[in-house]
């Protein structure tokens, strides 16, 4: 009966599942592909990411990790600050989550009468530590946190927005 209340409650501590990912898709942006490129470039930027990377060959853009909730703490009992954009889970026993960074990648490719196609994927990750008194306050290590797709969807449509409006404003001074 002990044993079986045990593994019951060790159960219920387990991380989350982080292999669940939203789906993978492009998104069509009636843009043409350098506006799209710059707008993508812009929207990140404002964002707080540094580009690590960026092929306009390519149409790769990286970023580098961005802190993206210092608040962000957990333990197998509770959650303290949860993030929209990402689902960390809990921790097993004796251990903790404390903040989240993100990191960006998108991949543009030219569609179909001067439109872009535009994929975004946001990668996030958590640090996890030891409760224990003894333990240093050194990470034991990275945890990968499952986007909830929020990101992404926010990002996609800044860069549409800019994209269009920046071709807007090119045909209204008459320049292809």
Known sequence: MMGTLCMGLAAGCATADSSWKPPVEFR????DYDHTWEAA?????ERG?????ADLQTGRIETDWRLTNPEFEATAIRTRMGDR???????????AYRTTEGKLQLILERGPQGSTRLRVDALFQTFRYSLFPMASEKPLGVTPCPSRGRLEDEIRAEVQVRALAAQLERMRRGTP
């Open 28 to 31: 069509r942006i009636e843009a």
């Open 41 to 45: 470039l812009r929207t990140i930027a």
């Open 49 to 53: 990411y540094v580009v690590q990377r």
């Open 85 to 95: 954009y990402s689902n960390c889970g809990k921790p097993g026993i004796g251990q």
